[in-house]
């Protein structure tokens, strides 16, 4: 599975902003997809995962409430929507797929995208 993020800039504190990752492959629909973030000066941290079917999702305890994952894969696209964003979610976010399909924060994510550059401005 070939990944590219897309749909990063810049917005205010409190805003909203939808990521999204693009997949190629036949296997994309039986794939977990998971988005990371990496800030400056720290390490990739894990920001939500969601299973082959869309049937769980998994969240950092950090965007619980305010980011949702969703995927289409008659698209085959996994979305992720940030709202009440904060300055402290600036990051670079990548998106990366898992194809035992289960997507949780402890699943093996094997191939990884190029990312998109999420900026929130206090």
């Known amino acids: 599975v070939q990944l590219q993020a897309s749909g990063g800039g810049l917005v205010q504190a409190g805003g909203s902003l939808r990521v999204s990752c693009a997949a190629s492959?036949?296997?994309?629909?039986?794939?977990?997809i998971g988005w990371f973030r990496q800030a400056p000066g720290k390490e990739r941290e894990f920001v939500a995962g969601i299973s082959w079917n869309g049937g769980s999702t998994y969240y950092a305890d950090s965007v619980k409430g305010r980011f949702t994952i969703s995927r289409d894969n008659a698209k085959n696209t996994v979305y992720l929507q940030m709202n009440s964003l904060k300055p402290e979610d600036t990051a670079v976010y990548y998106c990366?797929?898992?194809?035992w399909g289960l997507g949780s924060p402890q699943a093996n994510f094997a191939s990884w995208g190029q990312g998109t550059q999420v900026t929130v401005s206090s």
């Open positions: 990366a797929s898992e194809p």
């Open positions: 492959g036949r296997t994309f629909r039986y794939s977990a």
